[in-house]
Nanobody
Framework: QVQLVESGGGLVQAGDSLRLACAASGRNLAFYTMGWFRQAPGKEREFVAGIRWSSTSTFYADSVKGRFTISRDNAKNTVYLQMNSLKPDDTAVYYC????????????????WGQGTQVTVSS
């Protein structure tokens, strides 16, 4: 069992930055894929960014490419999402997810989920 806990959400203004963290416990993450997803009211859960834990290879949604950066800290078993140049459209609940293999951009690929953290960007 993998347990995931997100933190770092909050209320910011457009153009500001925010860093989310996802602390993982329960298993060795060396061969996992970690992902960030978000869900706004009335919308489907949307892929944001992913990282292969071992290689640190990353992939992003087009809507956040160049603004967001996903990374991980092996010693802390933590994955981060650095969000810069935030826009009101980024407002959503952000979820951390994990999968024991090479998951992609679909939330259905991921086996484990955190509880979510709210990000609100005002104009």
């Amino acid at each position: 069992q993998v347990q995931l806990v997100e933190s770092g959400g909050g209320l910011v203004q457009a153009g500001d930055s925010l860093r989310l963290a996802c602390a993982a416990s329960g298993r060795n993450l060396a061969f996992y894929t970690m992902g960030w997803f978000r869900q706004a009211p009335g919308k489907e859960r949307e892929f944001v960014a992913g990282i292969r834990w071992s290689s640190t290879s990353t992939f992003y949604a087009d809507s956040v490419k160049g603004r967001f950066t996903i990374s991980r800290d092996n010693a802390k078993n933590t994955v981060y999402l650095q969000m810069n140049s935030l826009k009101p459209d980024d407002t959503a609940v952000y979820y951390c997810a994990a999968d024991p293999s090479r998951a992609g951009r679909s939330y259905r690929d991921y086996d484990y989920w955190g509880q979510g953290t709210q990000v609100t960007v005002s104009s």
